[in-house]
């Protein structure tokens, strides 16, 4: 017999969207479901140490942090359930989802929180040194690397905006590139140039992140030429795999309109679909910030627009008999 799961909100997605959606939506009386999806907490739950998210001194480890979330959002009475969405039914409300093992969720609102995960290179030493040297964002981990030499691997948008931001806390940064040109809007091109404490390495694909030392960490990089095939090692203290994002967005083509790069359109400064009822928050439809506390602030808003939303039906509905 088919399992149904009604709810008036449902959140798809446990990262610091979902949850702070979850925990606001609770607070109002809404009763939100929290579907976790395959990665629970997030991208979080692989980041070590967190120093940038406000309200603590202290350096705080990213498990531990999505842990007391969940933790918040369910001592406030929000419902987790462990399960992946795997089809979705947009066209009428209630909007009708069904779960990986044919669990039916029957929703009058959807909180589509389901994030967007960086794209790596898939070299040897890069999932073994992640946290450890490696990292796919300057913005969260730059500040480790004060005075170090740092290289940034990627030839696009991204790339360039990560060695730019480098130069914050480095004089020594290395952007690597598989290519003789950058793929970067030419105005960036053009601060990169321009600026004394970035080099640029042409034609030069990565082999492997080689780690070492005490504690061991990355010690350097090894590199392919990509037109002579010569190889060479790279000594860094730091690497930043910048090749851009993949938001987990696949469920939804063909019932919300996607931007070109996948992430989904939402009215500018809202967390407002194209679908009434339907919202989206973090980094499923922001490609620009990528922070858990944007996040976390999106999520907020999708929640109170949730309770708008409900708010009005409801009246609606009144008003109709």
């Not at 610091?16 to 959606?21: D, E, K, Q, R, V």
């Not at 603590?56 to 842990?67: A, H, I, K, N, S």
């Not at 794209?119 to 999932?127: A, M, T």
């Not at 910048?242 to 070109?260: M, N, S, V, Y």
Request: glycine share 14%; with cysteine; aromatic share 8%.
């Amino acid at each position: 017999m088919t399992n149904t799961v009604q709810t008036r909100m449902l959140i798809l997605g446990s990262g610091p969207a979902g949850l702070s959606a979850a925990i606001y939506g609770a607070r109002a009386g809404l009763k939100p479901i929290v579907v976790q999806g395959l990665q629970p907490g997030g991208q979080l739950t692989i980041t070590t140490d967190v120093e940038n998210y406000p309200g603590f001194r202290d350096v705080v480890q990213g498990p531990w942090l999505m842990q007391e979330m969940q933790a918040q959002a369910e001592h406030v009475g929000t419902q987790m359930i462990y399960d992946t969405v795997v089809s979705v039914d947009l066209s009428r409300r209630p909007f009708r989802l069904i779960g990986d093992g044919g669990t039916v969720y029957e929703a009058e609102t959807l909180v589509i929180a389901t994030g967007a995960q960086a794209k790596w290179l898939g070299v040897p030493g890069e999932q073994e040194l992640g946290g450890k040297g490696v990292s796919a964002c300057a913005t969260c981990d730059g500040f480790f690397y004060r005075g170090k030499k740092v290289a940034v691997i990627g030839g696009g948008n991204t790339a360039v905006e990560e060695a730019l931001y480098l130069t914050n806390h480095s004089d020594n940064v290395i952007l690597i590139h598989r290519r003789d040109s950058l793929r970067a809007e030419k105005i960036l091109q053009e601060r990169l140039f321009a600026n004394p404490k970035i080099n640029v390495l042409w034609n030069k694909g990565v082999e492997r992140f080689v780690g070492g030392g005490q504690p061991h960490g990355l010690v350097g990089i090894d590199l392919k030429d990509t037109v002579t095939g010569e190889t060479s090692h790279l000594a860094v203290d730091g690497g930043f795999v910048a090749i851009g994002h993949a938001p987990a967005t696949e469920l939804f083509k063909g019932h919300l309109p996607l931007d070109r790069d996948g992430y989904i359109e939402v009215t500018p400064g809202t967390p407002f679909t194209s679908v009434p009822g339907v919202f989206a928050c973090g980094d499923v439809m922001d490609k620009v910030y990528r922070q858990a506390v944007t996040a976390a602030g999106t999520g907020c808003m999708a929640a109170l627009d949730v309770e708008r939303f409900l708010a009005e039906a409801d009246f609606e509905a009144i008003a109709a008999e």
